[in-house]
Every structure is written in C-alpha cells, then in structure tokens.
C-alpha cells in the first residue's frame, strides 16, 4: 500500500457543484495533514491544514477519519477558478520534516 | 510574504553533464527541500536539509548530491546528468517541523 494514495481522477463537475475527494494513508500514527493545491505548470500552494477532526474555510471544509485513515476535502458552490490539482500531503510521525505527497487528484470545473 | 526562487525555469542539457540547481528563500526557514514531480507520481523528495551544512536522503538522492553552505541557499547537484534525470525539480522551505511548506516556481530539467 503507498504511504498516500489518490484517486487521480479527473473530476468534471458543473460550477455550483459540490465535490470531495479523498486521500489514504497508511500511516496510523500520522498526526497533522495538509491540503495543497498546484496550478497547471505551477507550484504547489498551500491550501488547508487539518489537525484534528476537521477544518473549514469558506467554501472548502476538510475532515478527517483517523479510524478508516483517510482525509477527504470537500468544494462547495465550485467556481472555474477552482480548477487544479489537489495534493494530499502527510508528514512521516518519526521525521515532520519529511512530507509524503499523493499524486494528486485534479478537477475541472466547467461552465 | 516568502519568497523561494529558482535560478532556471527551463533547463536543457546533454547526457553527462554536471548540472547546478539552485535555491534561495528570503524568510529565514530552517528547513529546505528538494523533490522532483512527475505525472502519475508525485513529489519524492531527493534530499532535504534542516540547518546549514546539514543534509538528509530522501527517498531517491541516487544520482544526486547537494550543499546549503548558507541557510538561505540550498543547491541540488546531478553529478552526471541522465536522460531519466529529465523532470521538473521544486524546491521548498519551511520554518519548522511538519511546517507549511513553501515552492520555488519549479525547473523544468531536459537531459538529452
């Protein structure tokens, strides 16, 4: 099993749309969890860090299920400029410095 | 804001070569990576550094050496360049343990 695992998608979805997606992880003993996204022939950004059960900001809400291991991210109300790739991003437990990003799911929102 | 550059955005050289990448963040962060992204596989992390003089293996440094002789300045060296060396290299930093991490613009790296 990969230490972080994404469904590649890509995702389609109309504007308004509300999606989510989620990322594994195999790690239990993981403790923090970071959202990142990266614009096509960009850098990866930023987007949202979840600590504990969960986390909101605006339109995006990402929650976590420490039982099943898996983080997902959920859009709300999507705008055009969502469009990206949504990388998940798990620090080892042993070493924080060493971050394991998933492949990345991408999405497309389309008028 | 933090600022991480990149001396090249597009980078083409020849089987063989030794090949100099460097990496300089304005904000101070003790911590400093090196990954490469390729489609389908993500980011792996080569090296990464933690203080000045100071360097970690990541998951893939065969092929690769680095130096942070400074804390500003993180250089990744591919001491002989090889076709399957071809990929975009992205430099981060961070402040401190399980930290936001913040990218260079990315080098796209073509060894022909």
């Known amino acids: 099993r990969k230490e972080v695992e994404q469904d590649p998608g890509p995702f389609n979805v109309p504007e308004g749309a509300t999606v989510a997606f989620n990322c594994t992880y195999s790690?239990?003993?993981?403790?923090?969890f970071f959202w990142y996204r990266q614009d096509c022939r960009k850098e990866p950004k930023l987007l949202m860090s979840?600590?504990?059960s969960g986390n909101e900001d605006g339109r995006f809400t990402a929650q976590l299920n420490r039982a099943s291991q898996y983080i997902s991210l959920l859009i709300r109300d999507s705008k055009l400029s969502d469009s990206a790739t949504y990388l998940c991003v798990v620090p080892r437990p042993h070493n924080n410095n060493d971050m394991r990003f998933g492949a990345g799911t991408r999405l497309t929102v389309k008028p | 804001d933090v600022k991480v550059t990149q001396s090249s955005r597009y980078l083409v050289k020849r089987t063989g070569e030794k090949v100099f990448l460097e990496c300089v963040q304005d904000m101070d962060h003790e911590n400093m990576f090196w990954y490469r992204q390729d489609p389908g596989l993500g980011l792996r992390l080569i090296y990464f550094s933690y203080d000045v003089k100071m360097k970690e293996k990541g998951d893939i440094p065969e092929g690769y050496s680095v130096s942070r002789e400074k804390k500003e300045r993180f250089s990744l060296i591919l001491e002989s360049a090889s076709t399957n060396q071809t990929s975009m290299y992205l430099c981060?930093?961070?402040?401190?343990?399980?930290?936001?991490?913040?990218f260079g613009p990315g080098t796209r790296l073509l060894v022909l």
């Open positions: 979840v600590y504990s």
């Open positions: 790690n239990s003993a993981s403790q923090s």
């Open positions: 981060a930093s961070s402040l401190g343990h399980a930290e936001t991490q913040y």
